[in-house]
């Protein structure tokens, strides 16, 4: 990265901000960490501190960043660590820098507001990144913006016209991957397709996925699975409601897309072992943290030649690494007696046509060991589990906010489906166009990965007139443009009437031509599990609404639902949905 940043043209005079000589500028910075030990110093006197809120802005910057929740020594060892290093490395930084001249006199940057020496723009971003960049690029007016987190440039887009040059007109330049070593151990390379670099294997493996994984053919073969697993999930909330118990809703969602993943991968009969299904749900839940979370070295890459917190986020990858390929060697062994013996008798079975039996039968293809064949699976649970689950969870918060939506779409669901008939099958959705729309503006609202997943620029590109330097990571902040009153009317209100016939984004979809929607994304990175995820979706949130009204705990309203979320490549609400169930009479 040091040596990326070092590539990296200088700002021209008509970019460049005043930034600090260099002695104002290391003083600005002990400054700035003295008194963050100073805060942290007198509140520890009060509080042991457990939630990152409760830290100075540049410990909860990191921290969100670095994914990791705080303890109070933690804290101290993330401030004094770096202290001496930065201080030489300043003055040396610092006398380097100004050497490196641009490169080309018309290499424009994109503008970056005021910086401090050394954390760049690190302190300006909070615990909640996407809301701190999207308040950033709304201060100084800039839809796309160069930062310096720590050492990392970092470019943010917040526009439907910035998002469209990255995603679609330049695509091919920002459609790679930054390095991530969490990745690297745990994804084998990495050699699925979400974490992989531009390449020749990507475009194979995500080929693969895209014409024998995820096809509208197998999303539709998935049918009948996902609406037993949506029985499942009915039968417990009828057991709740029957004893006039509370339900933990992010709960049940989340083994049911985890359920879902399992059918998909394993096919009927390995998933119905309730111990393996668990297992699956646990792993991914230790993991995605993990692989989501920034590690602080990618911001001050001159700490990695210690190597102590690599060491740790190293150690912590291989064992994670290790309990999945016990798992998934498993499976695949299995699946590959089953396999041959199926082979020999030319005689497939019902269960040919789950994940890992569709992967052995294209391995000599397109060439895939055991190693790409468990990356590649894996993506099914990191990219469909948490999302789809928390895109659910979030729509029932919205609905139980809004009461007259719910209740409009309740009207829908129940008109629809034929008096009698306890579970809303996938033939009775056709004619739900409300349920879409509410779907739709869940996504818009509430999006559930605000930043995409970082994209990574290939070789320096000119964009609207400023050049985007080679070696940069791109975050497009979908969330900020989702919400954008320039936009969208009633930008911050829940109102799936907007995509409705006549409404004000009627013609507005998530297919990536958009430029203002883009929960999937757009482009080549845009997500491949899209149908998968909305056919899911759709019909439990039908189910949910059709059998069930759904009240607060006693005691509780709904202003008192805890929105507060923590950061991640997916979002997540700090505190569980409890809801009680009633049956509809
Ligand atoms: C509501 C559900 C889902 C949402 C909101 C969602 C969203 C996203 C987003 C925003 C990206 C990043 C695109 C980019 O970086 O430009 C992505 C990528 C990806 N998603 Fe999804 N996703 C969902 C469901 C799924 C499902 C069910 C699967 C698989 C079964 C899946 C598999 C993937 C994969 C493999 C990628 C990486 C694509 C690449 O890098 O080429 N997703 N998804």
Known sequence: MIMLCRRLPRHTASTEHPMPSSRRGLLLLLLAMVASL???????????????????????????????RLTAPRAWLLLLLPVPILVARYSFGAKRARKMRPQQADDRLPPSPPALPVLGHLHLVGSLPHVSLRNLARKHGHDLMLLRLG???????????????????????????????VAEIVLYGPSDVGFAPHGEYWRQARKLVTTHLLTVKKVQSLRHAREEEVSTVMAKIGEAAGAGAVVDVGDLLGSFTNDLACRGVMGKTSSRNEGLRKLFRQLVVDTSPLLGGFHVEEFFPFLARFGVLSRVVRAKSERLRRR?????????????????????????????????????????????????????????FFGGIDTAATVLENTVIELMKEPRVMKKLQAEVRSIVPKGQEIVSEADLNGMAYLRAVIKESLRLRNVTPLLAPHFSMASCSVDGVVVPAGVRVLINVWAIGRDPRFWEDA?????????????????GFKGNDFQFLPFSAGRRQCPGMNFGIAAMEVMLANLVHRFDWEMPAGKET????????????MHRKEKLLLVPKLRV
């Open 38 to 68: 100073s805060t942290v110093v007198i509140r520890s006197r009060d509080s042991p501190f457990t939630t990152m809120e409760a830290y100075p802005p540049p410990i909860v910057a990191l921290a969100a960043l670095v994914g990791e």
């Open 151 to 181: 050492a990392m440039p970092v470019v943010i887009v917040s526009s439907p016209a910035a998002a469209q040059a990255v995603l679609r007109t330049h695509d091919h330049v920002f459609a790679s991957r930054p390095h991530s070593l």
């Open 324 to 380: 999945w390929d016990e798992l998934l060697d498993r499976l695949i062994d299995n699946h590959e007696s089953k396999h041959e013996a199926m082979a020999a008798a030319s005689d497939p079975k019902e269960e040919d046509d789950d994940f890992i039996h569709v992967l052995l039968s294209v391995r000599q293809e397109y060439g895939l060991t055991r190693e790409h064949t468990k990356a590649i699976l894996l993506d099914v």
């Open 492 to 508: 911050e209100e829940f109102v799936p009437e907007r995509f409705l016939n006549g409404g004000s984004a009627a013609d507005v």
């Open 559 to 570: 202003r008192d639902i805890d929105m507060s979320e923590e950061f991640g490549l997916v």
